[in-house]
């Protein structure tokens, strides 16, 4: 079945420091890759996604290339702000009968002013 | 225009007991689905609605049931409630069903705690 790769956290950074969090997937067809982040205490907000290859998502900064040969859609930002503290999720959603997001288990990003 | 509502936020029952959690997705948005976030397990699909059927069901026992309504409402109800059902409980709507490039938007969820 579907199944998505997150790196091992938690990850602590300093402001101003560069971010990638690595994602790798498995999964049959041609599925759409999306990142999400939640907030203490709060639910998931769509970060950005892809939906074909080579397809680049950006939204506050923050970039991710659906790469199909490497099977990957690492998250980068150039700048990282304490404001960003969260956690990430890396996520696909395949087609037909089995279109439910299926999830990596989440990345905890700590940014030290 | 108003975001996916979930209610209630908190939650607290006790073993044994049943437990109803409704969501009201984006307006025009048809497509209604439920997961379980927990510490061990992570984010794990329950069910999905659209057009008031379940097209899709995860990996959860019968105690796991959801219906929609007309109006796409969503609700999801757990009987016979165990301590491992603590968890957040995330609605997710969409306009479409099936389509692998719709997006989800999710709703603040529902913490329930089981004791």
């Known amino acids: 079945g579907d199944s998505v790769t997150q790196m091992e956290g938690p990850v602590t950074l300093s402001e101003e420091a560069f971010l990638t969090i690595n994602c790798t997937y498995t999964?049959?067809?041609?599925?759409?890759l999306f990142w999400y982040v939640q907030y203490p205490g709060e639910g998931l907000q769509l970060l950005l996604k892809?939906?074909?290859?080579?397809d680049k998502g950006s939204n506050k900064g923050f970039e991710a290339t659906y790469r199909k040969e490497t099977t990957s859609f690492h998250l980068e930002k150039g700048s990282v702000q304490v404001s960003d503290s969260a956690v990430y999720f890396c996520?696909?959603?395949?087609?037909?009968?089995?279109?439910?997001?299926?999830f990596g288990k989440g990345i905890t990003l700590s940014v030290r002013p | 225009k108003a975001g996916v509502t979930q209610t209630p936020r908190y939650l607290i029952k006790t073993r044994g007991q049943q437990v109803t959690l409704s969501c009201s997705p984006i307006?025009?948005?048809?497509?209604v689905s439920w997961y379980q976030q927990t510490p061990g397990q992570g984010l794990q699909f329950l069910f999905e609605y659209f057009s008031e059927t379940q097209r899709n069901k995860g990996n959860f026992p019968g105690r796991f049931s959801g219906r929609q309504f007309s109006n796409s409402r969503s609700e999801m109800n757990v009987s016979t409630l165990e301590l491992g059902d603590s968890a957040l409980y995330l609605c997710a709507s969409s306009f479409l069903a099936g389509g692998s490039q719709e997006t989800q938007y999710f709703g603040p969820g529902t913490r329930l705690l089981v004791l």
């Open positions: 892809a939906t074909k290859a080579d």
């Open positions: 307006s025009g948005h048809r497509s």
């Open positions: 996520a696909l959603r395949n087609t037909g009968a089995n279109s439910k997001l299926t």
């Open positions: 999964a049959t067809g041609y599925p759409s």
